[in-house]
Every structure is written in structure tokens, then in C-alpha cells.
């Protein structure tokens, strides 16, 4: 079973640029999760999709941050324009259903350096 | 909010020593998730768990839920090399998402 893939893999760019990332989740898996790992702390959950309908988005700054699921398959993230403390990695994971006590299962990530 | 911390937040330990991280909710939790970060890696699901009190066993890790649902620990017996890494606990935050707590990092000295 393929895993959850995204890219890239790295990115540099300048503050107050633009950026997106890409995920593809596994086949089959409804719910989407984006997450921001900052260093030396655990993963914060920014957005949550069920399909390609927004369950959660609480945590997500979205004067800045965007992000869709337009066919309920794979996911893109934008952040426009950057900051410095936008630099983490940005995990994106899937689970077969949404709700409590489903397993999440993440990609490698996208570590992003804002400059 | 809801809040989840993990204690300690390092730990160093000689090769064959026993470890253990507790993971501490300000609410009480539906179940908990354990996930295992390997340096430079993303979190592997390890566990979860569901019962008061419930004990689960994988070869030398033993993860506990606390009898009042609002704590848990993970356990690992003689440290290899091989259990570098991050490891969280996650619980339930409202129906749908987890709440990730501040992670404990372990390096184990050869």
C-alpha cells in the first residue's frame, strides 16, 4: 500500500513570498489532515478535510494560509505571503474516516526555511 | 483550551536502561494515541488506547491509560539504539481531531 506522498520535499524561499505545498493521501482515505510541526514541538493540526469539505480550520491563520481539496483526493496548501516563523514542516496525513480513535498515517513532510 | 504536556521533554539514557514519558491531559480523553517520530522522520501511529487502566504490550514497550483517563505512559524496557526518536501522545479534541502533546525526544547512548 503506497504511503502519503508530498511535495516538495524542502523549499527556501524569502519572506513575503509565496508557497504551496502538495499532498496525495492514501487510496481511499476520506478524512485530510495539514499540520504545522514547529522544532523541538509536536505537530498542530491547521486544517481538516472530510472529502473535499472543511471539518475543522480553527487553527488555521487565514489571512495568510489557504488550502483546498477540490475532487476529495489530494490537497494543496498555500501560504501568502510568508513569514519567518512560518518556517516548520508541514505534514499532511490521512486517516480512513474522520473521528476519534481513527489512525492517522503521515507523509515524509515539506520542511520549509523562510528567510 | 485543551492541553496535552508530556514530561520530560528530553531524555538522555545509556544503551539498556529503561525509559519511560508520561503524557498529561487537562481533560478527560475517549482514548489515547501514541506516535513514534524518528529524527528527521514523520510520526508512525504506535498505539491506542481505550479502557481506564487498560495495559498494551508491544515487545519492550508497555503503554498505560491512566485509571481516570487523563494521563498515560509509555515504558520502554532496555533502550536500544533503535528507539531514537520524538514520542508523542495525541487525544481526542471534540468528535473529529487530536490534540498532539509537546513530545518527549529520547537519545539512547551506545
Known amino acids: 500500500e503506497a504511503g502519503v506522498a508530498q511535495s516538495p520535499r524542502y523549499k527556501i524561499i524569502e519572506k513575503r513570498q509565496s508557497v504551496a505545498f502538495w499532498c496525495n493521501p492514501i487510496s481511499g482515505h476520506a478524512t485530510l489532515y495539514w499540520y504545522q510541526q514547529i522544532l523541538g514541538q509536536g505537530p498542530k493540526l491547521l486544517i481538516q478535510f472530510q472529502n473535499n469539505g472543511v471539518v475543522d480550520d480553527s487553527q488555521l491563520p487565514k489571512d495568510r494560509f489557504s488550502a483546498e481539496r477540490l475532487k476529495g483526493v489530494d490537497s494543496t496548501l498555500k501560504i501568502q505571503p510568508a513569514k519567518l516563523e512560518d518556517s516548520a514542516v508541514y505534514l499532511c496525513?490521512?486517516?480512513?474516516?474522520?473521528?476519534?480513535?481513527?489512525?492517522?498515517?503521515f507523509g515524509p513532510g515539506t520542511r520549509l526555511l523562510v528567510l | 483550551g485543551q492541553q496535552v504536556m508530556q514530561i520530560p521533554q528530553y531524555q538522555h539514557v545509556q544503551e539498556g536502561e529503561d525509559f519511560t514519558t508520561y503524557c498529561n491531559s487537562s481533560?478527560?480523553?475517549?482514548?489515547i494515541q501514541w506516535y513514534k517520530q524518528r529524527p528527521g522522520g514523520h510520526p508512525v501511529f504506535l498505539i491506542q488506547l481505550v479502557k481506564s487502566g487498560e495495559v498494551k504490550k508491544q515487545k519492550r514497550l508497555t503503554f498505560q491509560f491512566g485509571e481516570a483517563k487523563k494521563n498515560s505512559s509509555l515504558h520502554i524496557t532496555a533502550t536500544q539504539t533503535t528507539d531514537v526518536g520524538t514520542y508523542f501522545c495525541a487525544g481526542p479534541s471534540g468528535t473529529y481531531k487530536y490534540i498532539f502533546g509537546t513530545g518527549t525526544r529520547l537519545k539512547v547512548l551506545a
Open positions: 481533560t478527560t480523553l475517549s482514548n
Open positions: 496525513a490521512s486517516s480512513l474516516v474522520p473521528g476519534s480513535g481513527e489512525t492517522q498515517y
